[in-house]
């Protein structure tokens, strides 16, 4: 996924996206499937390109996918997105598109932040993640 260098401008975006999902991590409450689901869900909404994009009917199947999916499938899913939000970001690049690209860096940060506080990604050792606790 697209990070941007530490001291650039972009350092308080992703300090404020880190400091709200934080509490996510830290937080004594485990996550409900229903939170993880959902969240995931608009945080991909976020990186929905204008209609008539090439990748609009990706985000939109990838989001169907997530909101029907179970909770073994997210890591899965998680992968996809940072995927999918990379080619986002580098076709707003490739058309020049400096807002949209600013955009979509601000919704993959915050996929990417959420995706690790919500222990769906793979850690430095590619293990698998533990599947965070539930409550139903």
């Given at each position: 996924m697209l990070r941007p260098p530490l001291g650039s401008g972009m350092t308080d975006v992703v300090a404020s996206v880190t400091e709200s999902y934080a509490t996510c991590s830290i937080s004594s409450r485990p996550m409900t499937q229903q939170y993880l689901i959902g969240q995931f869900s608009v945080l991909l909404e976020d990186l929905q390109p204008f209609p008539g994009d090439c990748l609009a009917a990706a985000v939109h199947d990838l989001r169907a996918e997530v909101e029907h999916s179970s909770v073994p499938m997210l890591p899965t899913l998680a992968r996809e997105a940072m995927?999918?939000?990379?080619?986002?970001c580098w076709d707003a690049l490739q058309r020049l598109d400096a807002s949209s690209f600013c955009r979509y860096v601000k919704a993959a940060v915050a996929l990417g932040e959420f995706t690790d506080a919500a222990g769906?990604?793979?850690?430095?050792?590619?293990?698998?993640?533990?599947?965070?606790?539930?409550?139903?």
């Open positions: 995927a999918l939000s990379d080619s986002i769906l990604v793979f850690g430095s050792d590619m293990t698998a993640p533990t599947p965070p606790p539930l409550s139903e």
